[in-house]
């Protein structure tokens, strides 16, 4: 399976956000839109970075009393790993988790065409199993014409 198949279901919207931006404006995008992460991104949406609460709650522990003038760029993780829609879920699977990263977006020619989380990586291999798991039972069944 591929990144494509998961964005064909999910489908290629990405909520994103600029640099220069205050962190309470990502909070109420990510509350807004009920998503994990912001893709960041300059005036000819080429990605700059991603930001999600966890980098807002290290903000807040690190200097609570600046937290409302603080700007996305002072948070965002900038050196992002991005996907293929041609890329394999499994590989991607494995790249996610020993990065510990839950988002990733997903480059195509040079534009950003959608973004992926771990939950939808794994949702996208359960699918994936419960149809293999369905044809085994059935062939072994007898279901299928000999």
Known sequence: MKIRDILAVKGTR???IHEDNLLVDVMSLIFANKIGSLVVVDKYDKILG???PNDILKAVH???DSISKRVVKEVMTKDVIVATPEDEVDGLMTIMTESRIRHLPVIEN???AGIVSIGDVVKAQITAQDVEIRHLK???GDKYPA
Do not use: H, K, N, Q
């Open 110 to 112: 040079g534009i950003l």
């Open 50 to 52: 991603i930001v999600a």
């Open 138 to 140: 059935d062939y072994m």
């Open 14 to 16: 990405v909520v994103t």
């Open 62 to 64: 690190t200097s609570p």
